[in-house]
């Protein structure tokens, strides 16, 4: 270690379902420089100090979104959080909010898969075309209307910041909610009339509340919000337009 190495203390939540009734919090103390991460202290303390810690990893560059959790009850990238912004107090870590514990820090994410999959999140050909018949062509301004919500990494950051889905979760969740806007907004895409029985169901985008910390944590500025809010006015659009169509025909 270098001479600018100082000690913080790490309280991370442990639980070990095999011996652990209940979560509770170890404390280590854990030495650090000014350019090592949450992510690189609980590096330390699983090869140096206690290898029984288990949390998930893997791009260390806020790419790939597995490490995600509540730090100092604020969700974030733990790979893209300092430790040097909480010295000298304390920094906690825990597994994000919202979601069952499977093992210390790392957090079932069954149900946000499941919604994830219930979108069908890749494009949807409007119709089938022959290799000859060439690429599905698009202009730059037709990719900028979804750009933005492309760059979601599915961390589920904003599922953990949401109040409601805390409280329902049987809520689609404003990350789903974006990835959903962005197919859908897809030039290309022929799959937006099934996608928008998923916003216009209880369980869709009138379930937000509005609140917004959603887009506040994302770290990748996807605005998950935003997506939700359009959607209601998309859903409210399909519910006046559908009184617009004649009888019998299907809305």
Same mark, same amino acid.
């Not at 140096?48 to 998930?56: F, V």
């Not at 000298?88 to 994410?109: K, M, N, S, T, W």
């Not at 887009?215 to 617009?244: H, M």
């Given at each position: 270690?270098? =001479?600018?190495?100082?000690?913080? *203390?790490? !309280?991370? $939540?442990?639980?070990?379902? &095999?011996? %652990?009734?209940?979560?509770? +919090?170890?404390?280590?103390?854990?030495?650090?420089?000014?350019?090592?991460?949450?992510?690189?202290?609980?590096?330390?303390?699983?090869?140096?100090?206690?290898?029984?810690?288990?949390?998930?990893?893997?791009?260390?560059?806020?790419?790939?979104?597995?490490?995600?959790?509540?730090?100092?009850?604020?969700?974030?990238?733990?790979?893209?959080?300092?430790?040097?912004?909480?010295?000298?107090?304390?920094?906690?870590?825990?597994?994000?909010?919202?979601?069952?514990?499977?093992?210390?820090?790392?957090?079932?994410?069954?149900?946000?898969?499941?919604?994830?999959?219930?979108?069908?999140?890749?494009?949807?050909?409007? =119709?089938?075309?022959?290799?000859? *018949?060439? !690429?599905? $062509?698009?202009?730059?301004? &037709?990719? %900028?209307?979804?750009?933005? +919500?492309?760059?979601?990494?599915?961390?589920?950051?904003?599922?953990?910041?949401?109040?409601?889905?805390?409280?329902?979760?049987?809520?689609?969740?404003?990350?789903?909610?974006?990835?959903?806007?962005?197919?859908?907004?897809?030039?290309?895409?022929?799959?937006?009339?099934?996608?928008?029985?998923?916003?216009?169901?209880?369980?869709?985008?009138?379930?937000?509340?509005?609140?917004?910390?959603?887009?506040?944590?994302?770290?990748?500025?996807?605005?998950?919000?935003?997506?939700?809010?359009?959607?209601?006015?998309?859903?409210?659009?399909?519910?006046?337009?559908?009184?617009?169509?004649?009888?019998?025909?299907?809305?």
């Amino acid at each position: 270690m270098s =001479e600018q190495t100082r000690t913080i *203390q790490m !309280e991370v $939540l442990r639980y070990r379902p &095999e011996q %652990d009734s209940e979560p509770f +919090f170890q404390t280590y103390s854990v030495p650090f420089t000014d350019d090592m991460s949450v992510l690189q202290g609980l590096h330390y303390i699983k090869e140096e100090l206690d290898a029984t810690l288990s949390y998930r990893w893997s791009c260390r560059m806020a790419i790939c979104g597995s490490c995600g959790m509540m730090i100092n009850r604020v969700p974030n990238l733990s790979c893209h959080t300092f430790m040097r912004d909480y010295y000298p107090g304390a920094i906690r870590v825990e597994p994000l909010d919202h979601f069952p514990i499977e093992r210390d820090l790392v957090i079932g994410a069954d149900d946000f898969i499941g919604k994830l999959e219930s979108i069908k999140p890749y494009i949807v050909p409007k =119709e089938i075309r022959h290799l000859d *018949q060439g !690429e599905y $062509l698009q202009t730059p301004a &037709e990719r %900028d209307r979804y750009e933005q +919500f492309s760059s979601c990494i599915n961390c589920m950051l904003c599922y953990a910041a949401c109040p409601q889905y805390g409280l329902n979760s049987d809520f689609i969740g404003p990350g789903v909610m974006a990835l959903l806007h962005r197919y859908n907004e897809d030039t290309r895409d022929g799959g937006q009339a099934e996608r928008m029985q998923i916003v216009n169901a209880e369980e869709g985008v009138w379930s937000c509340t509005a609140v917004g910390y959603c887009s506040v944590v994302c770290p990748k500025g996807v605005d998950p919000a935003n997506a939700v809010n359009v959607n209601k006015i998309n859903s409210a659009k399909d519910y006046f337009f559908g009184f617009l169509k004649p009888k019998g025909e299907a809305k």
